[in-house]
């Protein structure tokens, strides 16, 4: 991690872990459901249901950093300012390209 200050979600960081443990269980039933030679269907909507709920992670944390990181930066100004705004802008063209 390139930062020295605490990351945006840190005051939510044990929210963040409990989702996070919540879809490693989700992916572990994908296993099963493919060992087990699961209806393709319902392996496939199972996996819609993975990514919906990584997808709300990654907004959470988007939020958290824009909120934390970015608005700190904006407001003092200066090349960080800039800096972290680009950064924004990068990760949230990464986020939009995989949809």
Do not use: W
């Not at 020295?4 to 989702?19: M, S």
């Not at 393709?40 to 990654?58: F, N, P, S, Y």
């Not at 958290?64 to 972290?84: I, P, Q």
């Amino acid at each position: 991690m390139s930062e020295t200050a605490a990351p945006g979600y840190v005051d939510d960081k044990h929210a963040v872990l409990r989702r996070l443990s919540r879809i490693e269980g989700q992916v572990r039933g994908l296993r099963r459901m493919v060992g087990e030679e699961a209806y393709c269907i319902d392996v496939l909507t199972q996996i819609a249901a993975v990514e919906k709920a990584l997808d709300g992670v990654a907004l959470k944390l988007l939020a958290d950093h824009t909120n934390h990181c970015v608005r700190d930066a904006v407001e003092r100004g200066g090349s960080e300012a800039d800096e972290k705004v680009g950064e924004l802008l990068a990760a949230v063209e990464r986020f939009a390209r995989t949809r």
